[in-house]
Each structure stands twice: as C-alpha cells, then as structure tokens.
C-alpha cells in the first residue's frame, strides 16, 4: 500500500459505458427537493448528474475455459459487478456538468450483513486500502468499531461503500473549488442504485487528484528517478514534497467535507467517512468547509512530532555513516 503522504494510492478505472443518473443543482447546495430523479439546490446555476455505468462483466476466469461467465449469469444484482465475495460490489461511473462528462468515480459497496464474520476478508480481497478503512470502523463481524459509529443508531446495520477514486476535470478546480465535486458527492450517496444499500461511506483523500495533467506527468518522473538511483532528498526536500503532498490531499478533502464528511482521527490524516445520519444534515458552505481543521495540515507528523530540520539531517548523516543509525525513504 502506498502512503497517506505518498500519493493518495489511487487506481480503478471504469468502462465508458453509461446507465442512470442523479442529478444536484449547485451553488448554495442547500437541497429543497426530489423530483423526478434530481436533487435540487436553491439559486443554482449548474447541473451536476451522476451517472453509473451498466452491470459490468467481470472475466475472473482462465483463458479458454467454456464457463467463463458462469458466475455472471448467477448474478441478479444490476449495480456494477460482484467482487471477489457474494457481499461485495464493485462499479464506476461518470460525473457531468451541464450534461457534459467532468469527471469519473469508482467504488466498493459491502453488505455487512452478508459478509458474517468474514468481513475483513472481504473487504482484503478488494484492495489494501479498503481493508485498513473497513478494519479502523468495523468488527471482524461488520459491526461498528470506530467510537463515533458505535454511538450512531443509523449505521447499526446497512451497507459499507468505500468511494475508491474519485477525479474531477481541472475547469471544475479552479482555486479549490468545492462546488461541482461536493455536489457529485451527494448525488453520488443519492442514487436510486443505492438506495437503502449503505449507512456508512468512506474516502481517503488522494493527492494526484487535484493535478494537472503536466503535474502528473513531472509527479511520474520524479518517481522514476528515484527507482533509477537518482540521489536521496535531503531532509528539508522531503519534508517540503511531504507538505505539498498533505496540502493537495487537504484540497481534494475539502468537498467531501462539504458533502458532510468527517475526518477520522487516522495516520497522517485524509481518512474521511459519513453515516446515513450526518448525510441527513446540509452540507457545508465551502467558507465553513475550509475551516474545518485537518491532521494534514496540522503542524506536526502523524505522531505528534515535529518535523525535520537541515541540522536533524547533517546529524542524521553523521549517525548513518558511523552505522549508529540507518536511513528509510518515504517515496
């Protein structure tokens, strides 16, 4: 798994193929009313839809086998495909703006119920990151673990959805812009696909989503370089690439905030979630979202230390050469 101040460990892609949809008008974000499928704002000025994609096909099978689909065709469940467990669902989808494709998702819906005691397993058999993220709320058992949960009556039973990726285009990011992306949050928790399915969501905030598609690019090199040998960072450089991390991460945070979420007290920070309550309440203006305090940003390490001087790395370079001490790269 990559770290929190990594990178924000992203990787799911989805079909280009398109289903139904829900739709919020944003501005304000003040929600007034359901009709006909849309959640609606008052004095909005845009439409934002969030549109799954068809029951996907998952070719979990050997090459040549006859039974290839054998387990899709046992598969009455339309939202998206069945994971590597009954209890678990996979599937993606696109974000539009003004009817336009501005973004895409992916995400994990599991059945806790259903999962029984192999909970955990399930959740492992998606993805690392689903499985730390299900293991910091739940039992073994499904049952809530986290302490702001087990005082919650609304997620006591119901369904666990993971939002894996979550990518929205530049034009909608302007200045930190949490508008269009907390917007598509909420119509994504609103669908009629998951109606009834979750009481518990969560996310953690990813770095390489707020960046450009030149800042990729040059993010990509420097990893590159670093597997071809390029020479260490010195304290100081990783200390300020780490801040620039955690700072994006916090960028990418704020619009799920904005929906509702809250961060979990977790690592570094970035680890958000949302119960069926808390979805209930109005989301936040974004003035409101960028006051809310974050670990990311906080002034320490994740545990509570501070950060690291030039001098802690001379004096970290005399203990390594004397072999008191050895090193360990964050990449």
């Known amino acids: 798994m990559s770290s929190a101040s990594d990178s924000g460990r992203k990787r799911m892609g989805g079909p280009s193929s398109r289903g139904g949809g829900k739709r919020s008008r944003v501005s304000g974000l003040e929600e007034e009313g359901r009709e006909g499928g849309e959640v609606q704002a008052t004095a909005a000025n845009v ?25 899709d065709d046992d598969d009455d469940d339309d939202l998206g495909h069945q994971g590597d467990y009954p209890c678990t669902r996979t599937f993606s ?22 999962a029984g005691s192999l909970f955990h397993e399930a959740c492992d058999a998606e993805s690392q990151e689903l499985q730390e993220f299900g293991c910091l709320l739940f039992s073994s058992k ?25 990518c929205l285009n530049a034009e ?31 996310y953690i905030a990813d770095s390489m989503a707020v960046l450009s598609a030149e800042e990729k690019t040059a993010e990509d ?3 590159r370089a670093y597997f071809r040998g390029a020479p260490a960072e010195t304290v100081k ?38 119960t069926a309550r808390m979805m209930r309440s109005p989301p936040m203006t974004h003035a409101e979202a960028l006051a809310v305090p974050l670990r990311l940003t906080s002034k320490t390490t994740s545990a509570g230390r501070p950060e690291l001087t030039d001098a802690d790395d001379q004096l970290l370079s005399a203990l390594t050469g004397k072999g008191v001490a050895t090193t360990a790269t964050v990449l």
């Open 142 to 166: 499904g049952a809530p673990r986290y302490p702001a949960l087990k005082s919650d009556t609304s997620v006591a039973r119901g369904g666990y959805i993971y939002i894996d990726t979550f």
């Open 47 to 71: 439409v934002v839809a969030v549109r799954i994609h068809p029951k996907e096909r998952e070719e979990n099978f050997e090459e040549g086998t006859e039974d290839a689909f054998d387990d």
């Open 237 to 274: 450089e990783k200390s300020s690439r780490i801040a620039g991390v955690h700072a994006r991460m916090a960028k990418d945070a704020r619009q799920f905030l904005r929906a509702g979420f809250a961060e979990v007290a977790h690592k570094e920070g970035g680890w958000l979630y949302l």
């Open 172 to 202: 909608h990011r302007v200045d930190g812009a949490t508008d269009v992306g907390a917007a598509a949050i909420r119509a994504l928790l609103s669908l009629p696909e998951l109606a009834g399915r979750w009481t518990v969501a969560s």
């Open 93 to 114: 989808g696109d974000i539009l703006v003004g009817g336009q494709k501005a973004g895409s998702f992916s995400a994990h819906l599991v059945d806790r119920q259903r």
């Open 221 to 223: 090199e420097r990893r």
